[in-house]
Structures are given as C-alpha cells and as structure tokens.
C-alpha cells in the first residue's frame, strides 16, 4: 500500500533506496537493538539485504523531513491478528536515529500514525510494547494518552530477566468511530 501521511514538519512514506544509510546507520547501532529491539546487523551487505526487504514489507514506513525526505526512523503498523475483533487492532513500533533524537519527531511520527490508524483505518485500539528498560518512550506513550496494561517476558526460558522484559501500552479510539 502507498504511504504518504505528513504534517508541516516530517512526513510518513514508504521507504526509498535513498534511505539505506540512514536505515544502516539504525541496523549497525547495537544501542537502537539493545533499547527498541531493531534488527543488529554491523555488516553493510547483511544489513541492504534486510534493508531490501523492507522496501517491500507491508507496515513498515520511513519518517523523513518533509522538507528534504532525509529519513528520520521507522514506523510501523503492524497486525495482531485476524480473528475475534483482532483485524480492528495494530501495534505501533517506532524508533529514531540516534542523531535525529530529543527533537520530537517521534511525538510527530506517533501523532500522525494514530491518527491515520484511528481516522483513516476505523481501527479500534493500538497497542505498544517498549523495553522495560527503555524509558523514553514509555514516556511518550504515556504523554500521547496510552495506558500501561502488562509486562511480560520475551523468553520463556528467562521468565525473570529484565533484559528480555516488555511493557505493553493500550491507546484506545474514543472517538466512537469503530
């Protein structure tokens, strides 16, 4: 599907091969896996290779300047499921480049991806989930209205560690537009 949501500062796009440095720059970043779990790939060729894919991966968007598509990040929409009220729910994930960061282009991004959720997709509810030692963006979850539901353990095999711990926080559209 064509992406292409924007405000007066950034826009929401699907990705272009002009992205890949910046897209390299976030997948050979071992802080940006540690804290948003994005894929770890110091290798150039390994990393275009991922790169390729999301080009084509349905959900996942650049956020670029709108005023030059320089890419800032990803967004993403993604599914939970078809089934039981499940296909009128997404989970959002988002993360930004370190350089790009503390300039509230993620609250912009969020912003304009819920409301394209809510708006444009009738969706119900969005759900995201953050590492527990993550707590920027539990912040701005939280500033943007989502309520802090569960935590739960990525490994089953490491049920206590926090390494592996994620919260999950629930927007809710209450709006009345279902």
């Known amino acids: 599907m064509k992406m292409n949501i924007a405000n007066d500062e950034i826009e929401i796009r699907n990705f272009i091969e002009a992205d ?3 897209f390299y720059q976030l997948t050979s970043d071992k802080e940006s896996h540690q804290t948003a779990g994005l894929e770890y790939e110091p290798n150039e060729n390994k990393s275009k290779n991922i790169f390729d894919k ?6 996942s968007y650049a956020v670029a300047l ?3 598509h320089q890419m800032l990040g990803i967004i993403e929409l993604n599914e939970r499921g078809v089934s039981n009220g499940l296909d009128k729910t997404r989970e959002v994930g988002f993360i930004i480049a370190p350089v790009f960061r503390h300039k509230g282009y993620a609250t912009q991004a969020l912003k304009l991806i819920l409301n ?4 444009t997709l009738a969706l119900t509810e969005i759900w995201a989930s953050v590492k527990t030692n ?3 963006p539990q912040t701005l979850l939280t500033k943007l209205g989502f ?3 569960y935590q739960v353990s990525q490994d089953p095999l490491h049920l206590e560690s926090q390494e592996n711990m994620l919260k999950y926080y629930l927007l809710k559209n209450e709006d009345g537009t279902d």
């Not at 999301?54 to 959900?59: D, E, G, Q, S």
């Not at 394209?116 to 708006?119: E, L, T």
Request: proline share 0%; glycine share 4%; charged share 15%.
């Open 54 to 59: 999301y080009l084509v991966l349905a959900n």
């Open 20 to 22: 890949f440095n910046t």
């Open 116 to 119: 394209y959720g809510f708006k």
């Open 66 to 68: 709108k005023s030059s």
């Open 134 to 136: 993550n707590a920027v």
């Open 147 to 149: 309520r802090y539901i």
